[in-house]
């Protein structure tokens, strides 16, 4: 990074198993969300927290592409590409809303171990994970003690292959 290139932002961002298990098994290549007033930059890392029945941080992506506007806009140009991993029954998420975002998916990794919720609060007592998502802040306890400590465990520890769940 030269001096004139600001930091690209990480976000923490709550997917459903299912949606979560279709990302990182290369399957969805766009993230479906309701604008909530905080944008996200291509180029940054999505962070999962995978709610449901696993309620556990498992992995991150890079953001490539990054589509705003009414939720019919968003759609259609999601639509464009080839296999994006979305499909009918993911019209009425945002159909609803006054502004909708898609984001496009890159290069996921699966950390070397989930880090469930129980032990998230033992770490940082009161952790509520994000409804939707929101900014990791880099010198907040979770992005200092969790995040990049996840980081070097997985480049040091070869990637499981994400398995068909039963």
Known sequence: MNKTEKPRRTYLMSIRPKFAYQIFAGQKKFELRRWIGVPIESGSTIVVYV???????????????VIVGPPRKVWDEV????KPGIDEDDWPYIAGSKKAMAIEVLDPIIFAR???????????????PP????????????????????RRQTKTKPNKYVRERD
Do not use: D, T
């Not at 639509?79 to 080839?82: G, L």
């Not at 989930?114 to 509520?128: A, D, H, S, T, Y």
């Open 51 to 65: 709610s449901g029945n696993v309620k556990a941080i498992v992995g991150e992506f890079k953001v490539g592409r």
């Open 79 to 82: 639509m464009k590409y080839p």
């Open 114 to 128: 989930p880090v469930k919720l129980e032990e998230l609060r033992n770490i940082i007592p009161g952790f509520m």
């Open 131 to 150: 409804l939707s998502y929101r900014v990791l802040y880099e010198g907040e306890p979770l992005s200092r003690m969790l995040i990049e400590y996840l």
